[in-house]
């Protein structure tokens, strides 16, 4: 039998997207923070676009846990990062520039892989030569990165540290990567030597940063600390439960928090899944509860729905309850975050999905086959909007009736409780009902 250990002293949360990114994780992780004394990337990569308002200003990260701005907050990134330098730099430099000191709380796993700029090139070539077929990626190499580590020959982060093999190692993966860029895609090939150059000269101010976060997660369980596992993307996009092959390449799924950062099972008390009071995504992939109608063009506008990343259009739809039920089976999700409640204020009726008519019958689980997906034509019920406004509302007995019917019946056709209720980008915008931390 394996020893899970006493779970009732698990400290640790795992806060994960439950659509298809972009719920507003970024706000969540960074409010929750203030009670917890880690925050853990676990995987993707600088595809993720966290925003998170600091002092008023807003500031969108990439890399960087969104816990950073809260003083004496841990902030790890696990092996399952694929991780680009010039970004994780870039960023530090712009916290620090904003008064916020990241010294001796910020950890990187020797064992992450790193994105390279032969990993974007491909990314961005076999974008242009899909064509129509394109998946509408970051473009920022996040594929390329985590085919090498499952092809084994990723170059991970603390072999920056040994030079010649670095140089040796990197020179045999770009030897593949401009192969394929020159030969198949037509495109420009990336100089080896320049590359490598450019990383080692990043090693010396990487070398205090690198930690085994495995064994800095398990030292912080014995102390009993909270620690709080960030994800990035959502369950639609995850690589094996998401909406395959418009997905991204890693595991999103709760499960991902372990994998991508070798903490222990027992660590974990509750996954919580962030979902937007409606449905938006960026890229391509089917989306059944899409809006190309004014009220679609409303949610854009009041959401200010463009992308953190790419500053892309992102496509906006009704609360879909078949993919957020499917979503929280798949990614162990516990209880509910509802963001940007307030973008809905004077929308009316709204419609909730319940289930999707596909084949001439009625079904309400998300058909596994892609090409029934795509032929989903959803279910409604309608409600009524409310009048007034839910914006920046603390508590949830001073929300309009209408807004509390709305979520108490999202709560009820996914099956569990919202704690949280968001109602603006601000860190105090927020309705608490259960603190994921207490008790
Ligand atoms: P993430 O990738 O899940 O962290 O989400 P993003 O930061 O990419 O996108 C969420 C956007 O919604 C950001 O611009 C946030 O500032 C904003 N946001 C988050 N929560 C709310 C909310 O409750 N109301 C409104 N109006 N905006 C919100
Ligand atoms: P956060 O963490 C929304 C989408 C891309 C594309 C697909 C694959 O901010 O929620 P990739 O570059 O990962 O190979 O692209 O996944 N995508 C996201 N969409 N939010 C994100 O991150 C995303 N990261 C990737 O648009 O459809
Ligand atoms: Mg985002």
């Not at 090693?203 to 596992?229: I, K, Q, S």
Request: a neutral charge; charged letters at 25%; glycine letters at 12%.
């Amino acid at each position: 039998m394996t020893d899970f250990r006493d779970q009732t002293t698990a400290r640790g949360i795992v806060l994960i997207g439950a659509q298809w990114g972009d719920e507003g994780k970024g706000k969540v992780v960074d409010l929750l923070a203030g009670r917890c004394d880690a925050v853990v990337r676990f995987q993707g990569g600088h595809n993720a676009g966290h925003t998170v308002i600091h002092d008023g200003e807003t500031m969108v990260l990439h890399l960087l846990p969104s816990g950073i701005l809260n003083p004496g907050v841990e902030c790890l990134i696990g092996n399952g990062v694929a991780l680009y330098l010039p970004q994780f730099f870039k960023e530090l430099e712009s916290i620090r520039q904003r008064g916020v000191d990241p010294a001796g709380r910020l950890y990187v796993s020797p064992d992450c892989p790193l994105i390279f700029p032969s990993h974007m090139a491909l990314d961005q070539a076999r974008e242009r030569h899909a064509g129509r077929g394109r998946i509408g990626t970051t473009g920022r190499g996040i594929g390329p990165a985590y085919e090498d580590k499952a092809a084994r020959r990723a170059v991970r982060a603390g072999e920056l540290f040994a030079p010649r093999a670095f140089r040796r190692r990197l020179a045999a993966a770009l030897d593949l990567h401009n192969f394929m860029l020159e030969k198949y895609y037509g495109a420009e090939p990336v100089n080896p030597k320049r590359v490598a150059d450019e990383w080692l000269a990043m090693a010396d101010e990487l070398r205090p940063l690198v930690a085994d976060v495995a064994a800095r997660l398990e030292t912080l369980e014995t102390e009993g600390r909270a620690v709080l596992f960030e994800g990035a993307q959502g369950v639609m996009l995850d690589i094996d439960h998401g909406t395959y092959p418009y997905v991204t390449s890693s595991s999103t799924v709760a499960a991902g928090a372990l994998a991508g950062s070798g903490a222990h099972l027992a660590q974990l008390r509750e996954v919580v899944g962030v979902v937007k009071a409606y449905t938006t995504r960026v890229g391509e992939g089917p989306f059944p509860t899409e809006l190309q109608d004014e009220v679609g063009r409303r949610l854009a506008r009041e959401g200010a729905e463009w992308g953190a990343t790419t500053g892309r259009a992102r496509r906006c739809g009704w609360f879909d309850a078949v993919a957020v039920r499917g979503a929280a089976q798949r990614g162990s999700i516990g209880s509910l975050c509802i963001t940007k409640l307030d973008v809905l204020d004077g929308v009316d009726p709204l419609r909730i999905c319940t289930g999707y008519q596909v084949d001439g019958g009625k079904t309400d689980v998300r058909p596994a086959l892609m090409n029934r997906y795509a032929e989903c034509v959803p279910c409604y019920e309608q409600m009524d909007g409310w009048g007034g406004s839910t914006r920046g509302v603390t508590r949830w007995e001073d929300l309009p009736q209408g807004a509390r019917a709305y979520i108490e019946r999202l709560e009820a056709l996914v099956g569990l409780e919202a704690c949280i209720v968001s109602t603006g980008p601000a860190r105090e915008e927020t309705i608490i009902r259960r603190h994921p931390f207490d008790s």
